[in-house]
C-alpha cells in the first residue's frame, strides 16, 4: 500500500504563486513517474505535468513556461511551482505516482486532491 499526502494548496490573486508538494510514502520498492493533473468543475481530469525518475518533464501546454514540476528522489516527493497563476487554473490538483511495490507488483496511485483556486 502507498499513501499519497499533498499539500500547498490555497487561494491566491491572479499573477501570483503557489507550491504544491505530494510526498508518498508505503510498501515502496521503486517510484518511477509522479506528476500532477487537474480537475476544473464539469470538465475531465487533464494532465498538467509529469517527472520521470530519471527526471524527463512533460507539461501541458497551457501551464508551459509557468510551471515547474520537480522531486526528491529520495524523499519520494514531487513539487509543483506554480507562477503567474490565472482564474483558468482553478481546479483540484492531484497528485500521481506510479511504481513499483516491495512484492515487485506494479502500483498506479492517487492523493486525495489539493483546491486551488485564482481569483481575478
Known amino acids: 500500500q502507498v499513501q499519497l499526502v499533498e499539500s500547498g494548496g490555497g487561494l491566491v490573486q491572479a499573477g501570483g504563486s503557489l507550491r504544491l508538494s505530494c510526498a508518498a510514502s508505503?510498501?515502496?520498492?521503486?517510484?518511477?513517474?509522479m506528476g500532477w493533473y487537474r480537475q476544473a468543475p464539469g470538465k475531465q481530469r487533464e494532465l498538467v505535468a509529469t517527472?520521470?525518475?530519471?527526471?524527463?518533464?512533460n507539461y501541458a501546454d497551457s501551464v508551459k513556461d509557468r510551471f515547474t514540476i520537480s522531486r526528491d528522489n529520495a524523499k519520494n516527493t514531487v513539487f509543483l511551482q506554480m507562477n503567474v497563476l490565472k482564474p483558468e487554473d482553478t481546479a483540484v490538483y492531484y497528485c500521481?505516482?506510479?511504481?513499483?511495490?516491495?512484492?515487485?507488483?506494479?502500483?498506479?496511485?492517487w492523493g486525495q486532491g489539493t483546491q486551488v483556486t485564482v481569483s481575478s
Open positions: 500521481n505516482a506510479r511504481g513499483y511495490g516491495l512484492t515487485n507488483r506494479g502500483f498506479d496511485y
Open positions: 508505503g510498501s515502496i520498492f521503486s517510484m518511477n513517474a
Open positions: 517527472v520521470t525518475a530519471g527526471g524527463s518533464k
